[in-house]
């Protein structure tokens, strides 16, 4: 049962990480995919990380939990960000540009990260706010009763609705530029609605291990119901945790369960029937996945012409060919890749 159970998050993990490479496709989509795929491809990250939290039974763990999550997310992060720098920078000064301000303002945006660094590190954001969440979760439930705890987060929620109405609506603009009013290391503040979708992994476990017909049909009418109200332009839903917008107080949680719920139901009666070893393939790469897709396609992108599957093929196959030699030439490759973990404990990794 067990490894049934790690199969079928596996392959969803390894379908959402590609969903994450269509969603960062800088050219033009006929239909509007990366809108939807935006929809729920985050908060499902969240929710099945959730999946595999377990909570600190004795004190005494809090500080080697806290080191554990460290190696394996903080580590490969600024791994990550070292390596994508040093190379972006050698290929500045391989351009000419010897300006020491432009060197010094990019690394401050650097060190800010989260929505601050665009381009290449469009994605890093991700990864600080899982560890701040993981962090802020495992405080929540160590300190608290469970009643405390979802009161807790109702503030939580309230919050982050709250700071996403002032830069959405107060502050104005483009969402990136209004988020950017906000001045937040890491992303941290995203910990806030974050935190629920984590939450909701976990606190309903019994529902995600096992998706029921009456819940896959729910969600499944409630997710085209959603679609089709945006098609024929009754609700103009968005969703972008990077930057902060969260549209509607109940659809951001009613949209975004319901779609993750359709997307593991089906994954779970596909795992229990097919093999689908290439999704778990791409999982198990998924974090050099996650970092090299975009800067994949910088690099290639002037001397190579192609669409979206050209892309999505660049960004998926490319990093997979750098983790495998950063695993096997690297010294603790395994760790710069988030494979860090006690020597008397083996888990599943969050994504």
Same mark, same amino acid.
């Given at each position: 049962?067990?490894?049934?159970?790690?199969?079928?998050?596996?392959?969803?993990?390894?379908?959402?990480?590609?969903?994450?490479?269509?969603?960062?496709?800088?050219?033009?989509?006929?239909?509007?995919?990366?809108?939807?795929?935006?929809?729920?491809?985050?908060?499902?990250?969240?929710?099945?990380?959730?999946?595999?939290?377990?909570?600190?039974?004795?004190?005494?763990?809090?500080?080697?939990?806290?080191?554990?999550?460290?190696?394996?997310?903080?580590?490969?992060?600024?791994?990550?960000?070292?390596?994508?720098?040093?190379?972006?920078?050698?290929?500045?000064?391989?351009?000419?540009?010897?300006?020491?301000?432009? +060197?010094?303002?990019?690394?401050?945006? #650097? $060190? *800010?990260?989260?929505? @601050?660094?665009?381009?290449?590190? =469009?994605? !890093?954001?991700?990864?600080?706010?899982?560890?701040?969440?993981?962090?802020?979760?495992?405080?929540?439930?160590?300190?608290?009763?469970?009643?405390?705890?979802?009161?807790?987060?109702?503030?939580?929620?309230?919050?982050?609705?709250?700071?996403?109405?002032?830069?959405?609506?107060?502050?104005?603009?483009?969402?990136?530029?209004?988020?950017?009013?906000?001045?937040?290391?890491?992303?941290?503040?995203?910990?806030?609605?974050?935190?629920?979708?984590?939450?909701?992994?976990?606190?309903?476990?019994?529902?995600?291990?096992?998706?029921?017909?009456?819940?896959?049909?729910?969600?499944?009418?409630?997710?085209?119901?959603?679609?089709?109200?945006?098609?024929?332009?009754?609700?103009?839903?968005?969703?972008?945790?990077?930057?902060?917008? +969260?549209?509607?107080?109940?659809?951001? #949680? $009613? *949209?975004?369960?319901? @779609?993750?719920?359709?997307?593991? =139901?089906? !994954?779970?009666?596909?795992?229990?029937?097919?093999?689908?070893?290439?999704?778990?393939?791409?999982?198990?790469?998924?974090?050099?996945?996650?970092?090299?897709?975009?800067?994949?396609?910088?690099?290639?992108?002037?001397?190579?012409?192609?669409?979206?599957?050209?892309?999505?093929?660049?960004?998926?196959?490319?990093?997979?060919?750098?983790?495998?030699?950063?695993?096997?030439?690297?010294?603790?490759?395994?760790?710069?890749?988030?494979?860090?973990?006690?020597?008397?404990?083996?888990?599943?990794?969050?994504?």
């Amino acid at each position: 049962m067990k490894k049934k159970r790690i199969t079928w998050v596996d392959i969803t993990k390894g379908f959402l990480m590609i969903l994450v490479v269509i969603g960062h496709y800088p050219g033009e989509l006929d239909f509007p995919l990366a809108k939807y795929i935006y929809w729920f491809h985050m908060p499902a990250f969240f929710i099945l990380s959730g999946l595999f939290f377990k909570p600190i039974l004795d004190k005494k763990e809090i500080k080697p939990t806290i080191h554990k999550r460290f190696m394996q997310l903080i580590v490969p992060y600024l791994f990550f960000l070292a390596s994508i720098t040093l190379v972006r920078y050698g290929m500045e000064i391989f351009s000419g540009n010897w300006n020491l301000e432009w +060197y010094l303002n990019d690394l401050w945006t #650097l $060190v *800010i990260g989260g929505r @601050f660094v665009r381009g290449a590190y =469009g994605v !890093f954001w991700f990864v600080t706010t899982l560890f701040f969440t993981y962090l802020l979760f495992m405080w929540l439930t160590t300190y608290f009763n469970r009643k405390k705890q979802f009161i807790i987060l109702g503030l939580f929620y309230v919050l982050g609705n709250f700071e996403s109405i002032v830069a959405m609506k107060v502050i104005g603009g483009k969402p990136s530029e209004a988020a950017q009013s906000i001045p937040m290391i890491w992303n941290l503040d995203v910990a806030l609605m974050a935190i629920i979708y984590f939450a909701i992994g976990y606190y309903f476990k019994h529902l995600w291990m096992d998706i029921s017909k009456r819940w896959m049909s729910t969600a499944l009418f409630l997710s085209a119901t959603a679609v089709l109200l945006d098609r024929i332009n009754i609700i103009d839903y968005r969703l972008s945790m990077k930057f902060l917008r +969260y549209d509607h107080f109940i659809l951001d #949680l $009613v *949209i975004p369960i319901s @779609f993750t719920i359709v997307l593991v =139901g089906c !994954f779970q009666l596909l795992a229990a029937k097919l093999s689908i070893n290439w999704l778990q393939k791409i999982e198990n790469h998924s974090l050099s996945i996650m970092y090299l897709h975009i800067f994949a396609d910088i690099i290639l992108n002037d001397y190579f012409t192609y669409g979206l599957i050209g892309y999505t093929t660049i960004g998926i196959f490319i990093p997979i060919i750098v983790s495998i030699l950063i695993k096997n030439l690297l010294p603790n490759g395994k760790i710069l890749l988030g494979g860090f973990s006690n020597k008397k404990e083996k888990t599943p990794i969050p994504t």
